[in-house]
């Protein structure tokens, strides 16, 4: 079962410009959560914004959610080489379970 | 530092084998996961499992099987290991919470390839 899924799949951009990455996920959530994975390793958490709330930042990232929609973006501003990763989003299957599912995730390549 | 610490980064095993990942976590969480990883297909989960010896099936868990004995370690078994299990496998683990999912800390994967 895909719970999340991101838009686009790949996303290509020079260093400085911002970077915008949508999921759109299909059952109520508790909360849903960004994370990102350098080439061949393991996932980092980013962020995770509640079902009541609608916007949260952390450093250059932005994440918006809109549950009337099932849509979540991430922003990240001023975007350097060192983003270059994927991106995913990550939501439960329901909203009384502790599992996570992940999407596909968005390739970002920032060039310098 | 938290840590989820995978038995091994790489492994090559034979087609028939009976399999073994081990997964470690220092952070006194219940909800641990077992993951695998293919191009284009983003993570899939395999097993689920929320306190010791409870576990439960995720979207792909044909041709596998867990084991938590110990809050600390969560185990995930290729019964016998086939090419098609070729794959990332990443460990997770997250504290259990009446809010909804937790934040997941992720091992460093085990790339697993069967010959």
């Known amino acids: 079962s895909q719970q999340g899924e991101e838009d686009p799949q790949a996303l290509s951009i020079q260093e400085g410009e911002n970077a915008t990455m949508n999921c759109s996920y299909k059952t109520s959530i508790n909360n849903l959560q960004w994370y990102r994975q350098n080439s061949g390793r393991g996932l980092v958490h980013l962020i995770l914004?509640?079902?009541?709330?609608r916007e949260k930042h952390s450093g250059r990232l932005r994440v918006t959610l809109d549950t009337s929609k099932k849509s979540s973006s991430l922003l990240i501003t001023a975007s350097r080489a060192a983003d270059t990763a994927s991106y995913f989003c990550?939501?439960?299957?329901?909203?009384?379970?502790?599992?996570?599912?992940f999407g596909q995730g968005t390739t970002l390549q920032v060039k310098p | 530092d938290v840590k989820v610490t995978q038995s091994s980064r790489y492994l090559v095993k034979r087609t028939g084998e009976k399999v073994f990942l081990e997964c470690v976590q220092d952070?006194?969480?219940?909800?641990m996961f077992w993951y695998r990883q293919d191009p284009g297909l983003g993570l899939r989960l395999i097993y689920f499992?929320?306190?010791?010896?409870?576990?439960e099936k995720g979207d792909i868990p044909e041709g596998y099987s867990v084991s938590r004995e110990k809050k600390e370690r969560f185990s995930l078994i290729l019964e016998s290991a086939s090419t098609n299990q070729t794959s990332m496998y990443l460990c997770?683990?997250?504290?259990?919470?009446?809010?909804?999912?937790?934040?997941?800390?992720f091992g460093q994967g085990t790339r697993l390839t069967v010959v």
């Open positions: 499992s929320y306190d010791v010896k409870m576990k």
């Open positions: 990550a939501t439960p299957p329901s909203s009384n379970t502790g599992k996570l599912i």
């Open positions: 952070m006194d969480h219940e909800n």
């Open positions: 914004i509640r079902s009541n709330e």
């Open positions: 997770a683990s997250s504290l259990r919470s009446a809010g909804g999912p937790t934040e997941a800390f």
